[in-house]
């Protein structure tokens, strides 16, 4: 962790904020979380950017963070309450603006904030939540015998979706899955061979153009009697192959929840000779070789899959999506860090998958970890804490901090290490890293006399008299003759209850040896 960097380069991303130059201000806070993850302003700015570049998901993680490392920061419970609002969780929203305004009543962005979220909630909904027009469509399909079986195909589902988002995509699909002319049919009572006849747009004879024409009276017309019902349309070829291709990965499936891996390979081959054209059924033979611990099949076959996507149209960015996933979880198996967190960024280019970001910080931190735990050396953290008692004798106090700092990273076990960074700082005046680095002393070795004496000075440096009086104490408890904690309990004492010495200039005069 290292502050004093952090603000160093958090200052280059308010610059870029101001610029509205977003994608910088990321990369730059980006930078100073990894220098210090602890302050919860760097995860408000990023979000703030990311909302700002409309990457909602990823303001609201970065806010969700804000929030967590301070409860009390009702600027953080804005963030959040935005992103959750153009994510469309309007009730989330209202919740957040709700908590944020309990700490700052008078916010007028958490205000208004609040309305606009309980104006959408009180807007009309359709039943399916989805736009009128689209669920009347569902319906109608889900009605109709024969488009209601498609249902039961993801591909088909998958393929409806994007018309919905893309209305254009009907044409295309029609041409190549005849399926969707069916769609079209029941969706505008309409068939293909209408629509081709209406197509010159005639008026009918005698008829002004742009008059409606005359309606007869409406006669009650007879009951005619009902048509027999017509027969199920039969099965083509393929959607036989392709319902016993879903049929065998479903097998397939369970089996592989069985642990039965070699049986659901082949049940995947089955669905796969079926429907040669589905990377699903690929995608999950590398999910059985990742079980497996067969990592060059896992490599392959997510290969294999890409390139059948690529193939496709239109293309299936979830599946492309996905295979470079697994490949990033075959990396991360193998500690091959680097190599999986380029599989999870190419994945996450094809789709902002939410999971998908959570495999590339967990894959972060395990590599973080795995380097800090190959860069222990017991002996080389006792030769740079030397170091740093030397330049802590010649009073070059920063030179003695980065070699504390070195025999920390070598070996974080040594308490006494932490304490002579803790002097270090004390002596740069730098009071709040001092008391981080004393804590943790008092962490690894409770009984460590010196180290309460120490932070019993800072505290009464920072006039927090009671404290001090109980770090002098508890030293005390440990060596009953520790001299530093019995004048550093008397001097407070002494201040609590008169007009004492100037706690300053105690301290500053106060000239601690490094532990050997």
Same mark, same amino acid.
């Given at each position: 962790m290292d502050k004093e960097k952090a603000k160093e380069i958090s200052a280059k991303a308010k610059e870029a904020f101001g610029s509205k130059d977003y994608a910088t201000a990321i990369k730059h806070y980006t930078e100073a979380i990894a220098?210090?993850?602890?302050?919860?302003?760097?995860?408000?700015?990023?979000?703030?950017?990311?909302?700002?570049?409309?990457?909602?998901?990823?303001?609201?993680?970065?806010?969700?963070?804000?929030v967590e490392l301070k409860?009390?920061?009702?600027?953080?419970?804005?963030?959040?309450?935005?992103?959750?609002?153009?994510?469309?969780?309007?009730?989330?929203?209202?919740?957040?603006?709700?908590?944020?305004?309990?700490?700052?009543?008078?916010?007028?962005?958490?205000?208004?904030?609040?309305?606009?979220?309980?104006?959408?909630?009180n807007e009309p909904k359709n039943p399916g939540g989805m736009p009128a027009e689209y669920q009347e469509m569902l319906n109608k399909l889900l009605s109709d015998p024969v488009t209601?079986?498609?249902f039961n195909d993801p591909d088909f589902r998958n393929k409806?979706?994007?018309?919905?988002?893309? &209305?254009?995509?009907?044409?295309?699909?029609? +041409?190549?899955?005849?399926?969707?002319? $069916?769609?079209? *049919?029941?969706? !505008?009572?309409?068939?293909?061979?209408d629509l081709m006849k209406g197509a010159g747009g005639e008026m009918p004879q005698g008829q002004p153009q742009g008059q409606p024409q005359p309606?007869?009276?409406?006669?009650?017309?007879?009951?005619?009697?009902?048509?027999?019902?017509?027969p199920p349309e039969p099965e083509t070829p393929e959607q036989i192959a392709k319902r016993e291709a879903e049929e065998a990965k479903a097998k397939g499936n369970k089996e592989y929840k069985k642990k039965n891996f070699e049986e659901a390979l082949k049940l995947y081959d089955k669905a796969l000779s079926l429907n040669p054209?589905? &990377?699903?059924?690929?995608?999950?033979?590398? +999910?059985?070789?990742?079980?497996?611990? $067969?990592?060059? *099949?896992?490599? !392959?076959?997510?290969?294999?899959?890409?390139?059948?996507?690529?193939?496709?149209?239109?293309?299936?960015?979830?599946?492309?999506?996905?295979?470079?996933a697994r490949k990033g979880n075959c990396y991360t198996q193998m500690k091959k860090w680097d190599e999986a967190l380029e599989m999870y960024d190419k994945s996450l280019l094809e789709v902002n998958?939410?999971?998908?970001?959570?495999?590339?910080?967990?894959?972060?931190?395990?590599?973080?970890?795995?380097?800090?735990?190959?860069?222990?050396?017991?002996?080389?953290?006792?030769?740079?804490?030397?170091?740093?008692?030397?330049?802590?004798r010649d009073g070059n106090f920063v030179e003695a901090i980065k070699e504390y700092t070195e025999s920390i990273k070598r070996n974080p076990k040594v308490a006494a290490v932490f304490l002579n960074r803790a002097l270090s700082m004390m002596k740069v005046l730098d009071y709040e890293r001092a008391l981080e680095d004393i804590d943790m002393a008092l962490k690894l070795d409770p009984k460590y006399a010196k180290a309460y004496?120490?932070?019993?000075?800072?505290?009464?440096?920072?006039?927090?008299?009671?404290?001090?009086v109980e770090d002098y104490n508890n030293g005390l408890a440990i060596d009953p003759n520790n001299q530093e904690c019995l004048e550093g309990r008397q001097k407070t004492q002494t201040a609590i209850y008169s007009s004492g010495p100037d706690p300053c200039t105690c301290l500053l005069y106060t000239s601690p040896s490094p532990r050997d």
């Open positions: 220098c210090d993850p602890t302050d919860h302003i760097f995860f408000s700015n990023r979000s703030a950017c990311y909302a700002n570049l409309e990457q909602y998901e990823d303001a609201l993680d970065d806010a969700i963070k804000c409860p009390d920061f009702a600027r953080g419970y804005g963030r959040k309450g935005l992103a959750e609002f153009y994510l469309g969780k309007y009730e989330e929203a209202q919740k957040t603006y709700e908590a944020g305004l309990k700490l700052d009543p008078d916010n007028q962005q958490l205000k208004q904030g609040l309305e606009r979220a309980k104006e959408r909630l209601k079986q498609y409806l979706q994007m018309c919905m988002t893309n &209305p254009q995509l009907l044409m295309s699909f029609m +041409s190549s899955d005849p399926r969707f002319s $069916k769609v079209f *049919e029941v969706i !505008t009572g309409m068939s293909m061979n309606q007869p009276e409406p006669q009650e017309a007879p009951k005619a009697p009902e048509p027999p019902k017509a054209k589905e &990377p699903v059924y690929i995608l999950n033979k590398a +999910s059985v070789y990742l079980s497996m611990g $067969k990592f060059e *099949e896992c490599f !392959t076959a997510c290969d294999d899959a890409i390139k059948l996507a690529d193939e496709l149209m239109p293309r299936p960015f979830d599946k492309i999506a996905k295979a470079y998958d939410h999971a998908v970001k959570e495999a590339k910080r967990n894959c972060e931190s395990l590599k973080k970890a795995d380097e800090a735990e190959k860069y222990l050396d017991p002996e080389k953290a006792e030769e740079a804490k030397e170091r740093g008692n030397k330049f802590y004496a120490k932070r019993g000075n800072i505290h009464y440096f920072l006039k927090k008299y009671h404290k001090a």
